[in-house]
């Protein structure tokens, strides 16, 4: 596996309004991007090449052979991604479980699990982390600044695996936001719909005291 720094190209499943806008984020960032959905890749080449111009549409399997793999698919549909497909790639799970719009999901009503856990448990051998779930797909287009920039929007990110997680903040930072570990994948919970976390627009240090405030014993 390669350094973060040395990163260059990227994989996408999911074509939809998240995974075209990171898509089109992550080339203005200078990465190279492979964008797949659950069709064959001429399926959806004239559509990548109106929507994510510079992205390259691709079979499944060449998607998710990249290090570093963003699931962007339908969360209702997360079982129809192939497990051995992502095997040791480090993934980032933009999803979210939010039953009042989308309908109740059966495996994601467990009070004990964030939805990134559940994710994590059916891809088990990859690295799940969890981030850029709670910026909205428009946002994250208008909302990049520089690293260093005065009151930088702050994304957090959450994962079992260190070094995962190091490829992530990298790739946050590089996207345009400061990057904050929140600490393991339960940690994820915190950002989920419906918290002032997801609710809110926030600079690092904001993001810092309600994650911090979020994760104290009794809110977890």
């Known amino acids: 596996m390669s350094d973060s720094n040395t990163l260059t190209t990227i994989g996408i499943l999911g074509a939809g309004r998240v995974g075209t806008a990171v898509a089109r984020q992550a080339m203005k960032a200078g990465y190279d991007v492979k ?86 448990q059916y891809l088990a051998e990859s690295h799940v982390v969890k981030s850029l779930n709670h910026i909205g797909y428009h946002e994250l287009e208008e909302d990049d600044q520089p690293s260093g920039a005065q009151g930088r929007r702050a994304l957090a990110l959450a994962g079992d695996d260190a070094r995962s997680k190091a490829v992530v903040a990298e790739f946050i930072d590089r996207l345009g936001y400061d990057a904050i570990d929140a600490g393991p994948l339960a940690a994820g919970r915190a950002y989920q719909p419906g918290t002032d976390i997801f609710n809110g627009s926030h600079s690092a240090e904001q993001l810092s005291a309600l994650l911090e405030a979020a994760l104290q014993p009794s809110h977890v």
């Open 35 to 120: 964008i797949a959905t659950a069709k064959p890749a001429e399926e959806i080449r004239m559509i990548v090449d109106i929507v994510t111009p510079g992205a390259q549409a691709v079979e499944a399997s060449e998607a998710a052979s990249q290090e570093l793999v963003i699931l962007a698919v339908p969360l209702h549909k997360y079982r129809t991604v192939d497990p051995e497909l992502l095997a040791g790639r480090t993934v980032i799970d933009v999803m979210n479980y939010w039953a009042p719009v989308d309908g109740v999901i059966a495996d994601f009503e467990q009070a004990d699990l964030g939805s990134s856990e559940v994710i994590q």
